[in-house]
C-alpha cells in the first residue's frame, strides 16, 4: 500500500507531465463530445478552460523543488548566445565596465595596500598603532627621542611589541661605482616583532642595537641580493660598506618584504646602535635629540584608549623626571591608518577623491549601458513580445534581462579586477624619484577587495540592467501588439526613461569634466604656489662627506674651496652651503630653545627647527632678510656665535620688540 | 448593500485544496481529471478546482511523500493514466487536517451565530 516513509521521490520526466496533461485535456474533450460538441469544439473548448500548459507545466515541475538553478542556468545559456550574436554591443558594454569597475578596483587595492595594509608581509597589522611625539603649543608632531621611546617601551604593559624603524639613505661603496641605497635603522627585536624571517641567513639579535657603533651588522633586502650579488648564497658574513663603514652582512629578507615605510622599497637594515655611521651626531643617549619613528602591536582586546591612557601615564612621568628634555611632551599612538610618518599621509585625502571620481564614473557607465540597453530592448521588441504571447512571465522576462546584465557584469568585473591588477604598480610612476629612490606604492588584493569589487559589479549590474529589464517586462500585450503590427518601431522620445539616462549621463559628465579640471587647476596653483623663496633658476646637489671619510678639519677646507670654485663658474651669480634643503627628504633639526626674555609657561617647553647655512644662503634663494643682517665670512668658529631668526619666531618670543639684538639659546647642545 | 453573487461560485480557501485532494483520495486512487471532476460533482457545481492549481498541487504532495502516483491501466478508459493514491503519511495527514478544520468551522460557527445583544 502506501509508503511507511517519507522517501525522496524522483521528479517525474518532463514527457511524462506533459502526458499526464495532455491526457487530462483529452479526456476533459471526450466528456465534452459525449456531451454533444463537435470533436473540434470540445477540444478547444477543453484547451480554454486549461490555460496556459506551459505555464501549468513549469509550474508542476517547480511543485519538485526549487528550479532557481535550472532557470539560471537556462538563463545564462540564453543570455550568453544572445550577447555572442551582437558582439559589438557586448564588446562595447563590457569595456566600459571594465574601466569603471577597474577604476574602483584600482582605488580599492591602493586604498587596502596604502592605507589599511601598508606593510606588505608585515603581521598582524590592524593591531600595530604609530607612536608620535607631540609638543605643548606647537600643532604639529614629532619623532621621539631614544632614551623616551625605551623607557616607554619598558613603562607600559598594554603592548605585544615595541619597535623602530627611521627611514635613513645609505651610500653604498665598493666595487667600481657608488650607489645610493634606502635602508631603516631598526631595533633588534625589528623581524621579529613584524613577524618576518629571512630568507637567508639570521635576524638582528638582542642587544645589538644597544653600543655606539658596536653592531656592524647589516640585513639587506632581496632585491638588493639579487640585483647586487646575483643571489648568491655565500654573500653571508661577506662585508658591505656603508657611507664607507664596513658591516656584515647577516641576513636576506623574503621577497616581496619592502620595509616598514610607506612609498619606499628599502633595501637594508641596521641596527639603531649604527645610527652615527648614517647621521652627523649620534643621538642614542641624547634625550632632546627626535628622530625615532616607533611602532607598537596593541595586546590583543586592549582598546586604542586604554593604550593611550597608559601611554600618558608613563609620558607625565618623563617629563617630571627629565624637564630639561621633556618638558610639555606628551606622546600619541596612531592606528596604522593613520600613521603620521610615511607618505601614506599624503595619498589619503588623493586617494579619496579618487575614489569619489571612480565611484562617478561608473555611474556613467552604467547610465552608458542602461541607454544601450534600453535601445537593445527597442529593437528587440518583437522578440520579448512572442515569448510574453508564448506564456513567459514578466518576472520571468524580467530575471532573464538582469541575467544578461549579470553576464555582462561579471565579464567586466573579471577584466576591470584584470586592469586593476595590471596597474597595481603604476601609482608610484607618478611622483617623481625622491633622494635618488623610486617611490613604491603597492595595491593589496586582499580578499575584502575582491569581495566589494564583486559586490560593485552586482550593484552597477542592479543600475544599469534592472530598469530596462522592469520596463521591457512592464510591456501591455494588446496595445504593443497593435504597435508593433505594421513593422513600426517605437521611436526613442516615447521613452522617457531614455531621456532621463540622458541627462544624468551628461550632468555627470559634466560634473566629472569640471572637478577633473578643478583639480588640474589646483595642482597648478599648488606648483606655481611662492613657497617663500625663489626656486626657480636654482639648482642644487647634495655631497655626504661624513660618508665619504673627512674629518671636520678637512670638511671645512673643501667647503670653502667649493663655495670659491662654483662662485668663479660662469652664468652662476651666488652660491651657498646648507645641512637641509628645503622640502628634501632629510628633516631641519629639531631642538628645545631658551629665549632671553621669555617666560615660558611650567609645562612649556619651547622648540625649533633649525638649519647650518654658509653666507650668500639667504641672497641665493632669494629670501628677504627683514632687519639686520646676512651671515657674512666674518662669522666664524672663533667669533660670537649669530643666528637668523624667522618673522614667526620672533613674533612669538618678542612680539613687542625688535629681535635683533636678542639673544636664545640651543640647550643640551 | 447587495452581496455580489456568491451563491454561483465560491472561491477555495488558502490552504484547502490540499486537504480536498486527500479527502477525494480516500474513496480510492483516480486520476487529476478525476479528482476535478469528484470535487466538482459532490458539491453541485459550487467548487471548481482549477487547473492551473490541481496539478501543482497534486505534484507538491507526490514530492512531499503524502501521495503516491503510478501509471497503471484502470476500469472504464482503456489506456495508461497516472492516477494517484494515500500513503500511510497521507492518511495520518488528512486525519489532522480533518480535526483541525472541524474545529475550524465550529469556532467560526459560534461566531457566526452568536446572538446579537447577548
Known sequence: ?669 | MPLPRAAEKVELLQGTLDMLILKTLIFGPTHGRGIANHIRQTTDDLLSVEHGSLYPALHRLEHAGLIAGTWEVRGDVARELKYYRLTAAGRKRLHREQSKWNQLVAAIGRVMQANEGR
Request: net charge positive; glycine share 8%; hydrophobic share 45%.
Open chain 1, 1 to 669: 500500500m502506501g509508503w511507511p516513509f517519507h522517501r525522496p521521490r524522483p521528479r517525474p520526466s518532463d514527457a511524462a507531465i506533459a502526458r499526464e496533461l495532455r491526457d487530462h485535456l483529452e479526456l476533459e474533450a471526450a466528456e465534452l463530445s459525449a456531451a454533444g460538441l463537435s470533436p473540434r469544439d470540445a477540444e478547444r473548448q477543453a484547451r480554454q478552460r486549461f490555460g496556459n500548459v506551459t505555464v501549468v507545466h513549469e509550474d508542476v515541475r517547480e511543485s519538485w523543488g526549487s528550479l532557481w538553478f535550472e532557470r539560471l542556468r537556462q538563463d545564462l545559456g540564453f543570455g550568453w548566445r544572445v550577447l555572442w550574436r551582437a558582439p559589438v554591443f557586448t564588446c562595447i558594454a563590457v569595456l566600459c565596465l571594465a574601466l569603471g569597475i577597474g577604476a574602483n578596483a584600482a582605488v580599492l587595492s591602493w586604498t587596502e595596500g596604502i592605507v589599511h595594509h601598508p606593510f606588505p608581509m608585515v603581521r598582524d597589522q590592524a593591531r600595530l598603532v604609530a607612536i608620535a611625539g607631540t609638543a605643548k603649543g606647537a600643532s604639529g608632531l614629532d619623532e621621539m627621542s631614544w632614551p623616551d621611546f625605551t623607557d616607554l617601551a619598558r613603562g607600559t604593559s598594554a603592548f605585544d611589541a615595541f619597535f623602530v624603524s627611521k627611514i635613513t639613505g645609505g651610500t653604498l661603496t665598493g666595487g667600481d661605482r657608488a650607489q645610493r641605497l634606502v635602508g631603516q635603522l631598526v631595533t633588534a627585536n625589528y623581524f621579529d616583532a613584524i613577524g618576518v624571517r629571512p630568507t637567508l641567513g639570521r635576524a638582528f639579535l638582542p642587544g645589538e642595537d644597544v653600543g655606539r657603533g658596536a653592531h656592524p651588522v647589516t640585513v639587506i633586502s632581496y632585491r638588493l641580493w639579487q640585483d647586487h650579488y646575483g643571489g648568491s648564497r655565500s654573500i653571508i658574513g661577506t662585508t658591505i660598506h656603508f657611507n664607507g663603514i664596513p658591516h656584515t652582512i647577516i641576513g636576506v629578507t623574503p621577497e616581496g618584504f619592502l620595509g616598514t615605510f610607506v612609498g619606499y622599497a628599502m633595501q637594508f637594515w641596521v641596527p639603531a646602535s649604527q645610527q652615527a655611521v648614517f647621521d652627523a651626531t649620534y643621538k642614542l643617549d641624547d634625550r632632546a635629540a627626535r628622530w625615532v619613528e616607533g611602532f607598537a602591536r596593541l595586546k590583543p582586546g586592549v582598546s586604542l584608549a586604554a593604550a593611550q591612557a597608559q601611554i600618558n601615564g608613563v609620558a607625565s612621568t618623563l617629563e617630571a623626571e627629565f624637564p630639561n628634555a621633556d618638558r610639555g611632551r606628551g606622546v600619541r599612538i596612531f592606528p596604522i591608518e593613520d600613521n603620521p610618518f610615511d607618505n601614506a599621509k599624503v595619498l589619503k585625502p588623493m586617494l579619496r577623491v579618487a575614489g569619489i571620481v571612480a565611484a562617478l564614473i561608473l555611474v556613467i557607465v552604467c547610465a552608458n549601458i542602461a541607454n544601450l540597453l534600453l535601445v537593445r530592448a527597442l529593437a528587440r521588441r518583437s522578440e520579448l513580445l512572442v515569448r510574453r504571447a508564448l506564456g513567459a512571465s514578466g518576472p520571468r522576462l524580467t530575471r532573464q534581462l538582469v541575467t544578461e546584465g549579470l553576464i555582462l557584469a561579471l565579464a567586466g568585473t573579471t577584466l576591470g579586477v584584470v586592469l586593476a591588477f595590471l596597474s597595481r604598480n603604476m601609482l608610484g610612476s607618478f611622483f617623481a624619484p625622491r633622494g635618488g629612490a623610486t617611490l613604491v606604492f603597492g595595491a593589496d588584493f586582499h580578499w575584502r577587495v575582491l569581495a566589494t569589487t564583486v559586490a560593485i559589479g552586482l550593484v552597477s549590474t542592479l543600475l544599469f540592467a534592472l530598469a530596462p529589464a522592469l520596463h521591457a517586462a512592464r510591456v501591455d500585450l494588446a496595445t504593443a501588439m497593435r504597435a508593433i503590427a505594421p513593422g513600426a518601431i517605437a521611436s526613442a522620445n516615447r521613452l522617457p526613461m531614455r531621456a532621463a539616462l540622458v541627462i544624468v549621463q551628461l550632468c555627470l559628465s559634466v560634473l566629472l569634466l569640471v572637478a577633473t579640471g578643478l583639480v588640474v587647476v589646483s595642482l597648478e596653483r599648488l606648483l606655481a604656489t611662492n613657497p617663500g623663496f625663489a626656486a626657480a633658476n636654482i639648482t642644487t646637489t647634495g655631497i655626504d662627506l661624513v660618508a665619504a671619510g673627512y674629518d671636520t678639519a678637512r670638511a671645512h677646507r673643501f667647503h670653502d674651496e667649493l663655495l670659491a670654485r662654483s662662485r668663479t663658474l660662469g652664468g652662476v651669480s651666488s652660491v651657498a652651503l646648507a645641512r637641509s634643503l628645503p622640502f628634501s627628504t632629510r628633516p631641519y633639526d629639531n631642538g628645545p630653545i631658551m629665549v632671553d626674555g621669555y617666560r615660558s609657561a611650567k609645562d612649556e617647553q619651547p622648540t625649533a627647527d633649525y638649519n647650518a647655512v654658509t653666507p650668500g644662503y639667504f641672497k641665493t634663494f632669494g629670501v628677504p632678510v627683514l632687519a639686520g643682517r646676512e651671515f657674512s665670512t666674518a662669522d666664524a668658529d672663533t667669533s660670537e656665535p649669530v643666528a637668523i631668526v624667522t618673522r614667526a619666531l620672533a613674533a612669538r618670543y618678542w612680539p613687542s620688540a625688535s629681535p635683533i639684538g636678542r639673544r636664545l639659546r640651543l640647550r643640551e647642545r
